[in-house]
């Protein structure tokens, strides 16, 4: 129950349409619910979105802000983090990579993506989703190198606890 927990949903764009693009805040009351009944208290939302946008508006047009309120939870947006730099264990395109120091140092991670397509990667999940753990500028390089490749670092350097997948309203059309 003391430790902290960070729960990364998948905040991508901050529009009203953002139901099947970003993770739906019911699925993660349901995980601050169940978290409560442990007794767990130190929980935080937290996210650093993409596509020109900002989690933290994302956070108040999907109905996060509201959810943190009833809640008593705090929100980040990861992109307005310190970074903290890893190395990457593995071969590919980079050698270090910056993680939010609120991930690098939580207790327990759970990382709630949405199940969607995607034209590189097919289906874009569990794994892409921990991208939103880096700064704004290394994500736009994913998608300028190897993605397959950063992905598969990126694995090695930010291990959730706990990965449960939003498939209420997915967008399967690539």
Known sequence: ?????LI??????????????????KVVE??????????????????????GYTATKGFKICGYVELAERYGLQLIDLERDQFV????????????????RSVAKCKFLINV???KAHGQTRITCSLKN???????ATKTKF???DLHRAI???ATVVSPNLIIVDGLQGDLMS
Request: charged share 20%; hydrophobic share 40%.
């Open 1 to 5: 129950p003391d430790d902290t927990v």
């Open 8 to 25: 990364k949903p998948n905040i991508v764009v901050s529009r009203r349409d953002w139901i099947g693009v970003n993770t739906d805040p």
């Open 30 to 51: 349901a995980i601050v619910i169940a978290l409560k009944d442990k007794g767990v208290h130190q929980i935080t939302i937290g996210d650093g979105a993409g596509m």
């Open 85 to 100: 730099k890893k190395p990457v264990p593995v071969g590919g395109p980079f050698k270090t990579l910056e993680i939010a």
């Open 113 to 115: 993506p949405l199940m």
């Open 130 to 136: 921990l991208k939103g753990v880096m700064p704004r």
């Open 143 to 145: 998608h300028g190198v």
């Open 152 to 154: 598969a670092q990126l």
